[in-house]
C-alpha cells in the first residue's frame, strides 16, 4: 500500500505535538514554566527544579541588543602559543571579578586535564573555537561554537577549520550541537553528568546560558544530551550546545555586595561547593545593575 507524503507529514506533527521526540520515545521530562527574575538589564535568571528525572536547572536569559550589554570570553595567555597555551585557567567567579562581568559561565572544553589543573592557574589549551573581543585564541575544529557578531547578533553554529572570524566578537565552543533549527537531534549516550549549554533565539537576540547540577544522588542527577536539547526547545531557543561539564559546570552572578555569587552547586573537585580552575569561560557586561 502507498502512503503519501502528505499523509507522513500530518502523522508526524501529530506525535510532536503529542510529546513524542524525534526517536519515537515520548518524553517523560516536564520542565515548569521558569519563574524569571530581572538581574541586570537584559539579564533575567530562573531557577527550575525538574522532578523527574531529579534535575536542578539555573538559566540566565539574555537579550544581546539591550544598550549597554556586551559578551567577553576569555583572552590570550601572555606567551600565547596556538593548540598548546592558549589561556590562563581560573574559576568563574575569578573571571568574572577581574573582568567586572554581571554574569559568566565556564566554556571550551580543555588540555591538560589533571589533579594540578583542576586547583591551580597556568597555561591551556582550549578545543574548539574560541575568540576574545575579535582576536583568535583557540582555532576551530569542528565542535559547535555560541558565537558573538561584531553586529551584535548571536548564533550557535558547527564551526571548521580555517573558519573566518573577520566578523566575530566573542565565541565559545563545545560539543555536541544539542538543538539545531529547533530540533534535537538523535543521540545515543545515556550518560548523566552536569552540563552547561549555551543557547540562541532564531533572530539571533535572545541568549540562553544554562546549568545543570548532577553527580548529587538527592538533590540533581545530571542530564542527558537529549534532555538538555529538550530543555532548550523548551525554552524557546532555535539553536544550542553543549560546553564543558561535570565538575567544570559553574554560573556565577555578581551579587548586591559587587562580589561573586554562585548560583548552582558544583561539583569542581569532586564534592559539592566546590570549584575547578577552568580552561575559559564566557560572560556579560551590563552598563548599570537592575532597579
Request: proline share 7%.
Amino acid at each position: 500500500m502507498k502512503i503519501s507524503r502528505r499523509f507522513v507529514r500530518f502523522g508526524l506533527s501529530v506525535l510532536l505535538l503529542s510529546g513524542w521526540n524525534c526517536c519515537g520515545m515520548l518524553s517523560a521530562l516536564e520542565l515548569p514554566d521558569p519563574e524569571w527574575k530581572p538581574l541586570f538589564p537584559g539579564i533575567d535568571h530562573a531557577a527550575i527544579q525538574v522532578e523527574e528525572p531529579l534535575l536542578k536547572v539555573n538559566v540566565l536569559r539574555i537579550q544581546a541588543d539591550t544598550p549597554g550589554l556586551s559578551f567577553y570570553s576569555t583572552g590570550r595567555i601572555a606567551g600565547y602559543e596556538a593548540d598548546k597555551a592558549e589561556t590562563d585557567r581560573q574559576t568563574v567567579p575569578d573571571f568574572l571579578k577581574e573582568h567586572g562581568l554581571a554574569a559568566a559561565v565556564n566554556a571550551n572544553f580543555y588540555s591538560p586535564f589533571n589533579g594540578y589543573t583542576r586547583k591551580n592557574r597556568g597555561p591551556s589549551d582550549a578545543k574548539g573555537l574560541a575568540v576574545s573581543d575579535g582576536v583568535l585564541v583557540s582555532p576551530a575544529n569542528g565542535y559547535g561554537s555560541f558565537v558573538v557578531r561584531k553586529d551584535g547578533l548571536c548564533e550557535v553554529k558547527t564551526t571548521q577549520k580555517d573558519e573566518p572570524i573577520d566578523a566575530v566578537d566573542q565565541a565559545v565552543s563545545g560539543r555536541p550541537m544539542l538543538l539545531e533549527d529547533g530540533q534535537v537531534p538523535e543521540f545515543a549516550d545515556p550518560a548523566r553528568h552536569p552540563r552547561t549549554l549555551a543557547a540562541v533565539s532564531a533572530d539571533g537576540k535572545t541568549v540562553w546560558f544554562v546549568t545543570i547540577d548532577g553527580r548529587q544522588a538527592g538533590f540533581s542527577i545530571g542530564a542527558t544530551y537529549a534532555e538538555c536539547g529538550e530543555i532548550l526547545q523548551k525554552l524557546g531557543a532555535d539553536d544550542g550546545v553543549n560546553l564543558d561539564g561535570g565538575g567544570s559546570t559553574t554560573m556565577t552572578v555578581r551579587g548586591e555586595d559587587g562580589q561573586p555569587k554562585v548560583l548552582n552547586r558544583p561539583v569542581g573537585l569532586g564534592k559539592p561547593y566546590t570549584l575547578r580552575h577552568n580552561g575559559n569561560a564566557i560572560g556579560v557586561r551590563v552598563a548599570e545593575p537592575a532597579k
